[in-house]
């Protein structure tokens, strides 16, 4: 004897699914953040960072950004500059600094952050430039691949809260 059946699928719980996602877009979220607040944590102030979410059917965006131009500078670096005095007569700063950051790493450098050496006073400097620290490029290959696999997961566990999955 052959005994055939079918069964339907279970209706698709479209709530459940987004709430799933939106829980592993809020993870990821406070993880973006807290990566970005750690980089300008010894800065005074720190810079400011607003966090942006939007999710669809098909696609979740997550945006982390400052309008701080500290940040920008640093993350990206600048060309060679002109700086000239503008709020009082001369430029006064001490001749050797050691950065709080080095390219390519989100790691503070220990001591860093200190002016050094002799009192020096110009009305005009030429600024080298600053060398990219790429804080962007490095929190997003620290941070992509947990991303991917959390959102990853989400959509598994959505499916199995709506009913389908295993």
Known sequence: MIVMSATLPQKL???AMQAALKKALLASEKQ??????NIVSTWNPPAKFVVRTQ???????LWCYTLDNRYRWTDQGTKPHIIRA???PMLVFKSGYRAKSKPKSLSPVIGGGKASGSWISKKVVHHPGTTARD????IKKRYW??????MEGAVVRAAQASGHGR
Request: proline share 3%; net charge positive.
């Open 13 to 15: 719980n479209t709530a």
């Open 32 to 37: 973006l953040l807290q990566a970005h607040e």
């Open 55 to 61: 999710a669809s059917t098909l696609q979740w965006i």
């Open 86 to 88: 503008k709020n009082a």
């Open 135 to 138: 804080f962007t490029g490095q």
């Open 145 to 150: 691949p947990l991303f991917k696999k959390e």
